[in-house]
């Protein structure tokens, strides 16, 4: 079964910082390449960052270079986001997921991220 468990957000105050996780059960993690999504109110679910399965590519959206990093742990099936330097425009429900075909239909509750001003 596929299975996606964010966690780690939270309200701050704008520059602050948060450690996002995601925990997936799903196999093959260690090959699969994994993204951040994130969902703002009212809004399409959006691409924030990706990783390949052997850490050697990562790509970012262009709002969130150089503030946000993402990393994983296969041994834990894990991927994170390091989100620093929040701005109130972060504020949104971020997902993770894998690009393969056979785990996009499912995602998990995602996880809350509010930044005010």
């Not at 949104?92 to 809350?112: E, F, H, K």
Request: proline share 3%.
């Amino acid at each position: 079964q596929v299975q996606f468990v964010e966690a780690g957000g939270g309200v701050v105050q704008a520059g602050a910082s948060l450690r996002l996780s995601c925990t997936a059960s799903i196999r093959h993690f260690a090959a699969s390449e994994m993204v951040w999504y994130l969902q703002a109110p009212g809004q399409q679910r959006e691409f924030v960052a990706s990783i390949s399965s052997e850490r050697r590519r990562k790509n970012n959206a262009d709002s969130v270079k150089g503030r946000f990093t993402i990393s994983r742990d296969n041994a834990k099936k894990t991927v994170f986001l390091q989100m620093n330097s929040l701005k109130p425009e972060d504020t949104a429900v971020y997902y993770c997921n894998s690009i393969r075909p056979d785990t996009s239909d499912s995602w998990g509750q995602g996880t809350q991220v509010t930044v005010s001003s």
